[in-house]
Structure formats: structure tokens, C-alpha cells
């Protein structure tokens, strides 16, 4: 069992940046592949970036490559996500997940969500 809860969303301006955590309880937490999904209003969840167990393995969505960096910390169980060269497209919820498939791409593929974290980016 893997608890997440997100923090350090916000309202920036495009081309500002921002930190997203994700802090984790639960024995397990190291095992598994964890993920930032985002969603924006009347879309559908989608990956954003995945880490593996070992923080070697990592993917990206090609429309975040160069601009974001995802990473944990084990010994924390924490994920990261830093978010560059915002644009007002990046406005989103961003969810933290953890899941035990290594190429999972789909929402379906993570069994533990956090409630989200509001990033908004204005013009």
C-alpha cells in the first residue's frame, strides 16, 4: 500500500518554472514506478513522466521533454517533478502515481493516486 500526496503548485507566469513533490508513505514505496499524470479541464489524463524503481529508467511525454525533469529521492520517498519554460498549455492538475508495471503509459497501469495539485500558468 502507497499513500502520495502532492504540494508545490501554483500560478506562474509562462516561462517561469516550478517544483512539484510528491511525499509517499508505505513499505513499498522504493519497488515501485512512480509517475506524474496531468489533466486539464475537459481532457483526459495523461503521462507526463515516469521514473523507475532505481531512478536510472525515465520517460518523458515529447511535448515535456527538455522543459521538465522527473526524479525521487528513495531514502525520502519523494518524487520530484520540475517544471521549465512554462507555457499556458502546462495548466493542468498534476497527479503523482505509483504503479509496478515498468512501461505502463496508461492511467490504468498505476494502482496509487494523489488528489492533485492545481498548476496554472498565465500569459
Excluded at 506562474?12 to 518554472?17: D, I, L, N, T
Excluded at 508513505?25 to 495523461?46: C, D, I, L, N, Y
Aim: charged share 15%.
Amino acid at each position: 500500500q502507497v499513500q502520495l500526496v502532492e504540494s508545490g503548485g501554483g500560478l506562474v507566469q509562462a516561462g517561469g518554472s516550478l517544483r512539484l513533490s510528491c511525499a509517499a508513505s508505505g513499505r513499498t514505496f522504493s519497488t515501485h514506478v512512480m509517475a506524474w499524470f496531468r489533466q486539464a479541464p475537459g481532457k483526459e489524463r495523461v503521462l507526463v513522466a515516469r521514473v523507475g524503481w532505481s531512478a536510472s529508467s525515465t520517460y518523458y511525454a515529447d511535448f515535456v521533454k527538455g522543459r521538465f525533469t522527473i526524479s525521487r529521492d528513495n531514502g525520502k520517498k519523494a518524487v520530484y517533478l520540475h517544471l521549465n519554460s512554462l507555457k499556458p498549455d502546462d495548466t493542468a492538475v498534476y497527479y503523482c502515481a505509483a504503479g509496478s508495471s515498468g512501461g505502463a503509459v496508461s492511467p490504468d497501469g498505476y494502482h496509487y493516486w494523489g488528489q492533485g495539485t492545481q498548476v496554472t500558468i498565465s500569459l
